[in-house]
Structures are given as C-alpha cells and as structure tokens.
C-alpha cells in the first residue's frame, strides 16, 4: 500500500510541468491538510532536524497498523510531512520498517526542495521507520 500511495503523490506532481508549481501544489496541499490538535503539539512529536517545527504522531491500531497525523509551522515542511504521513498511514510496521529511502527518489526532492527542507524530509521518515520499527 505504501508503493502505491507514493506513486500516486509521484504522478501527481510529476504532472505539474514547473517547479514552482510543484512547490506551490505541496504548499496548497499542507494548507487543505488537517490541523493536529495542540494537546500533541509536544517535544515527544517534534521532528528533529526541520528547519521548522514539525510534528509526526503516531496512531496505533489493534490491527498492527499505524496511522499518522502531522502539522508544521511552515506551509512546504506541512505539505512534505503531510504528505508522507498520508503515504504511511493505515500500513504495518514492518511494512513500514522495510521502505526504502530510495522509493522517495521519484518526488525528484532534489530539484524541488532546498538541501536544509530535504534533510527534513529524510528526518521526517526516520522517525516514521523509528515508529514502524518499535516493538511496544
């Protein structure tokens, strides 16, 4: 499910020819997404190594699967972060555990972000793996 989800956010913004408008689609895409509630707005669910304040909090389900909500003060690491939790949630952690950073090279990051928002990003599904590799 994983694969899939990422394929299809890859099309998407393949199919916008320029990269501001790539960049304004994730932009747009952060603002449509929902807001996490201040009461899990805390360290525990930081991001380290956004260049902004970024949270990721997981949501364990009794089927072994986890899903995601996520929030940043800015609108791009908003849309990346949401974006990625979109792509994990609702799958297993091994699932998640065994993705590979290397599946993210269609999103074509290295054009689309600067080198400090794309370290956020490798972060970002770090402590996505971390989440789908713990064993609680």
Aim: a negative charge; glycine letters at 6%; charged letters at 25%.
């Amino acid at each position: 499910m994983i694969k899939e989800k990422l394929e299809s956010y890859i099309n998407i913004l393949n199919e916008i020819p320029e990269m501001q408008e790539r960049y304004l689609w994730l932009m747009d895409f952060g603002k449509k997404s929902a807001i996490v509630p201040e009461r899990f707005k805390l360290k525990e669910f930081e991001v380290p190594g956004c260049q902004s304040q970024t949270w990721l909090v997981p949501h364990f389900t009794y089927e072994d699967t986890i899903y995601f909500t996520a929030d940043s003060a800015a609108l791009i690491s908003k849309g990346m972060v949401c974006l990625l939790a979109d792509v994990f949630s609702n799958s297993t952690r091994s699932d998640i555990a065994s993705f590979e950073l290397k599946e993210l090279n269609g999103l074509n990051l290295d054009n689309l972000l600067t080198p400090g928002r794309r370290n956020g990003v490798y972060s970002m599904l770090k402590v996505i793996q971390g989440y789908g590799s713990r064993k609680d």
